[in-house]
């Protein structure tokens, strides 16, 4: 049992340090120092890492080891192009297959979100906000969809570390109108409206897209992630 606690406990941790960029995109992870945090030894640490691995948290590279998934300015691109499809996707299904605990449970994010925003870190905002989404998600209940949404929503929290962090009073207004579109978004779901749904997807994904393209660009990607391009090696405990 406690094995079991163990890995749940590294799974979660690393899981929340790669997207609030305790772990940086492209970290070498270090298994012995790894193992020695968690309690873990190796077979069942390998096994956290190739969860992780299959949820798209981590690369693991044939004889060199884990590492964080890097966001490189291809795989950047890629997520500017799919993520309104996805996410204008992801909420119409929501709005048709949501279930009243679901909606019970978006709401319970919801206000999370709203203290994050009032009391919280950028971490604690970022976590808020991803968790949001991943209910959106769960009310899809697309078998082909969600592990793409998934895949998106890592990247998105990473890049959310930026939005939660407003540097003037235009982008604090953001982070206000972000929490209402939220509000929207869940009162579309929840009266099953699949249209207002999907142009909702659109107004919140264009209400960060100024500050994504900032992101993408190399000034932005050197200033908040520390890193310079494609073959990153840096290591972490």
Same mark, same amino acid.
């Given at each position: 049992m406690a094995a079991v606690t163990s890995k749940t406990?590294? +799974?979660e941790q690393l899981k929340t340090s790669i997207l609030t960029l305790c772990l940086q995109p492209g970290a070498d992870l270090d298994e012995a120092s790894l193992s020695e945090r968690y309690g873990l030894s190796r077979t069942p640490l390998r096994e956290v890492l190739r969860?992780? !691995?299959?949820?798209g948290y981590v690369e693991l590279r044939e004889n060199r080891g884990a590492r964080v998934s890097?966001? @490189?300015?291809?795989? %950047?691109?890629?997520?500017?192009?799919?993520?309104?499809?996805? +996410?204008? !996707? *992801? %909420? &119409?299904l929501a709005a048709i297959n949501r279930t009243p605990v679901q909606i019970a449970d978006l709401k319970s994010a919801q206000r999370d979100f709203v203290v994050a925003l009032q009391k919280g870190s950028v971490s604690q905002r970022t976590l808020a906000n991803n968790r949001f989404h991943e209910i959106t998600g769960e009310m899809a209940g697309n078998v082909y969809l969600l592990p793409s949404f998934k895949r998106?929503?890592?990247?998105? =929290? #990473?890049?959310g570390m930026t939005f939660y962090k407003p540097s003037n009073n235009a982008m604090a207004?953001?982070? @206000?109108? =972000? @929490?209402? &579109?939220?509000?929207?978004? *869940? =009162? =579309? *779901?929840?009266a099953g409206d699949e249209? #207002?749904?999907? &142009?909702?997807?659109?107004?919140?994904?264009n209400l960060s897209r100024g500050q994504i393209e900032m992101f993408v660009t190399p000034a932005g990607i050197e200033g908040q992630l520390g890193f310079a391009g494609e073959n990153n090696d840096k290591k972490t405990a």
């Amino acid at each position: 049992m406690a094995a079991v606690t163990s890995k749940t406990n590294a +799974y979660e941790q690393l899981k929340t340090s790669i997207l609030t960029l305790c772990l940086q995109p492209g970290a070498d992870l270090d298994e012995a120092s790894l193992s020695e945090r968690y309690g873990l030894s190796r077979t069942p640490l390998r096994e956290v890492l190739r969860e992780l !691995a299959g949820e798209g948290y981590v690369e693991l590279r044939e004889n060199r080891g884990a590492r964080v998934s890097d966001m @490189s300015f291809t795989t %950047l691109r890629e997520f500017f192009l799919a993520a309104p499809m996805i +996410y204008g !996707a *992801i %909420l &119409q299904l929501a709005a048709i297959n949501r279930t009243p605990v679901q909606i019970a449970d978006l709401k319970s994010a919801q206000r999370d979100f709203v203290v994050a925003l009032q009391k919280g870190s950028v971490s604690q905002r970022t976590l808020a906000n991803n968790r949001f989404h991943e209910i959106t998600g769960e009310m899809a209940g697309n078998v082909y969809l969600l592990p793409s949404f998934k895949r998106l929503l890592i990247d998105h =929290a #990473r890049i959310g570390m930026t939005f939660y962090k407003p540097s003037n009073n235009a982008m604090a207004e953001k982070l @206000s109108e =972000a @929490s209402e &579109q939220h509000d929207a978004i *869940i =009162a =579309a *779901i929840e009266a099953g409206d699949e249209k #207002r749904a999907a &142009q909702l997807a659109e107004m919140h994904w264009n209400l960060s897209r100024g500050q994504i393209e900032m992101f993408v660009t190399p000034a932005g990607i050197e200033g908040q992630l520390g890193f310079a391009g494609e073959n990153n090696d840096k290591k972490t405990a």
